[in-house]
């Protein structure tokens, strides 16, 4: 995605902070683990934990891990940039699980939310929000207009309001054709809220859209740019990021895109820190 140009100039996502909500983070493996913002401070403050009490992905899983390396990762001792921002701390919520009956509910997703407007408990400070949210995760749902404006919606604008970028992953649903965008990812309150990432095979030159990318439009717009989904796309396409305590692999989907995009944000905030998450999506 020519992060190496910003790389270039000196912005590295240095001293900005990305969250993930997935499946938890393997925070010792050698290409995330300088990264983590709990080397420096609280546990309360850098871990919002649901499966585990402390940083890790859940059992024989790495989507977690593999997501926040594409985002921030770095080997320090092979100097293998996986990551985009990878002078970035982070920061993480584990609510996602791998099988269905361990699904959690909305509400305690969304408490994710509401802990990372204010990680330290101190309502005087902002200096500890993160910058960026990347949700590699979702659902898809027969078409219903009435999620387009469910709980989940003020959250994400709540989030917006105090300059976070909320990124979503568009979904691996193209299969269904057209209107496919997954929940919440389809909401469309604004140009870029929710903003959806779909997926391109990042590995050849024509970037190809994935067959497996969901697809717009939004039911949530009637008319006009609002329809249009997803927003951007990014490589999604076997692409290699950290696995396990301190192995590598390839994983594809729309998950893999959009930690992408949050890794740019988190290089654009560097660059220009006096921009919302909003103004940078835009």
Known sequence: INSH????????GRNRIGM??????????????????????PLSQCWFPFNNPIPLDISDHSHG??????????????????????NSFWISS??????????????????????ALNPDGDTTTIWDIPDVINNSWGWIDIP?????????????SVCEAVGIAVVMSAGNDGDL??????????????????????SVNGNISSFLISDFSSLGPTICADSGS????????????DVRSAMGEDEYGLLSGTSMAGPHVAGAILLLKEAYPYLSGEELKL
């Open 20 to 41: 993930n909500v997935d499946t938890g983070i393997n925070y010792k493996h050698p290409s995330i683990s300088k990264n983590y913002l709990g080397n420096y401070l």
């Open 177 to 198: 054709g057209p209107g496919s965008v997954g929940e919440p990812a389809h909401k469309a309150q604004s140009l870029v809220n929710a903003f959806a990432v779909g």
């Open 226 to 237: 609002l329809k249009i989904k997803p927003e951007v796309v990014a490589p999604g396409q």
């Open 94 to 115: 584990d609510p996602i699980v791998s099988e269905l009956i361990y699904l959690r509910t909305l509400p305690e997703v969304m408490s994710s939310f509401e802990w």
């Open 65 to 86: 891990t593999h997501t926040i390396g594409t985002m921030m990762g770095v080997d320090s001792n092979t100097h293998d940039t996986i990551g985009v921002a990878f």
């Open 5 to 12: 140009l910003l790389w270039a100039m000196g912005y590295t």
């Open 144 to 156: 219903d207009t009435f999620q387009c404006t469910s709980p989940y919606t003020a959250i994400m």
